[in-house]
């Protein structure tokens, strides 16, 4: 079976680091997704790690140990309009082009 | 672009109706995602399409859910008869190819089942 697991809730202040960490075990594994959603929003894609180490997008980044099966984002100087839910996705060799998502992490930047 | 495009927006609908949701992907991508979002179950995937064709419905929850892209600009979500389990926003996205992993999603329709 496949399962993803990451932390329900993360609260910090505004300009603080948050890093959402994200466990996962599959039968298979290509590599590791990253989307945002706001409330009421739809998910936006935030970035995909397919090998070990860290990718860097502007205040976020995203890093993945394929030996660990274990990936973060980690979201530097946090503002208020970061507060979202932030999800982790698999893509499986179970079936090409499928994304399996976590439960999310809602994160709340307070002021 | 105008990004992926869904209709409509929001549906009420009463139990035993059918109710049809549409999705026009970004042109130029490849495949198409249908998704549903709940609370109880998270974002799940229903079934998606590469080039027009299905390639995995194993998420379609049952008989009462169809789905199909008669061409590379649409796509149709059908639920018949419908029923209050089936309330949720559903989602479609589309993804270039070679890129499954970075999926662009519509905007969602919330369907409300009474």
Redesign the interface.
């Known amino acids: 079976g496949q399962s993803l697991e990451q932390p329900s809730e993360v609260t910090a202040v505004e300009g603080a680091i948050v890093q959402i960490n994200c466990t996962y075990q599959t039968s298979g594994f290509?590599?590791l997704?990253w989307y945002q959603q706001h409330d009421g929003?739809?998910?936006?894609?935030l970035s995909?790690n397919?090998l070990d180490g860290l990718e860097e997008t502007g205040r976020f980044s995203s890093f993945l140990s394929r030996s660990d099966s274990y990936g973060y984002l980690l979201l530097q100087e946090l503002q208020m309009k970061d507060s979202a839910s932030y999800?982790c996705?698999v893509?499986t060799t179970d079936?090409?082009?499928?994304?399996?998502?976590?439960?999310?992490t809602q994160v709340v930047v307070t002021p | 672009d105008a990004g992926v495009i869904q209709s409509p927006r929001h549906e009420v609908t009463e139990m035993g109706q059918e109710v049809t949701l549409r999705c026009k992907p970004i042109s130029g991508h490849d495949y198409l995602f249908w998704y549903r979002q709940t609370m109880m179950r998270g974002l799940e995937l229903l079934i998606y399409f590469n080039n027009n064709v299905p390639i995995d419905d194993s998420g379609m929850p049952e008989d009462r859910f169809s789905a199909k892209m008669p061409n590379a600009s649409f796509s149709t979500l059908k639920i018949q008869p419908s029923e209050p389990r089936d309330s949720a926003v559903y989602f479609c996205a589309s993804s270039p190819r070679g890129q499954y992993y970075e999926q662009y999603f519509g905007p969602g329709t919330r369907l409300t089942v009474t």
């Not at chain 1, 079936?95 to 999310?104: I, P, R, T, V």
């Open positions: 290509y590599g997704s929003g739809a998910p936006t894609f995909y397919a999800f996705a893509r079936s090409w082009g499928k994304l399996q998502f976590g439960a999310g």
